[in-house]
Nanobody
Framework: QVQLVESGGGSVQPGGSLTLSCKVS????????IGWFRQAPGALRERVAS???????LYHDSVKGRFTISRDNDNNIVNLRMNNLQIEDTAVYYC????????????????WGLGAQVTVAS
């Protein structure tokens, strides 16, 4: 019943890196576009990185050049490599099935997982 499980969160200093993983337990994974979202305290949820079923990617301007999204179709996993993390990246990160389009498209299709906490602090 649990279809989305995020892992890999943690605490790092500014400039550090983390890799998040999203395990997507649906039989049609190869047909899905998957997005990474984040929500910081007091902020709206934003879609920061997205990958289409065939590997095209989109990034929010706030993470462009620092984050890289990828997918492993053999294991139903979408990863988010986060480099040069900054304090403003602190948030709970979630994944979900999306409509690829632009990062401003926030529609999702699966029940939300518990997310992965990313804390960037000195």
């Amino acid at each position: 019943q649990v279809q989305l499980v995020e892992s890999g969160g943690g605490s790092v200093q500014p400039g550090g890196s983390l890799t998040l993983s999203c395990k997507v337990s649906v039989t049609y994974f190869r047909l899905t576009a998957i997005g990474w979202f984040r929500q910081a305290p007091g902020a709206l949820r934003e879609r920061v990185a997205s990958i289409s079923h065939d590997g095209d990617t989109l990034y929010h301007d706030s993470v462009k050049g620092r984050f890289t999204i990828s997918r492993d179709n053999d294991n139903n996993i979408v990863n988010l490599r986060m480099n040069n993390l900054q304090i403003e990246d602190t948030a709970v990160y979630y994944c979900n099935q999306i409509i690829f389009r632009d990062t401003s498209e926030l529609r999702t299709f699966l029940p939300w997982g518990l997310g992965a906490q990313v804390t960037v602090a000195s």
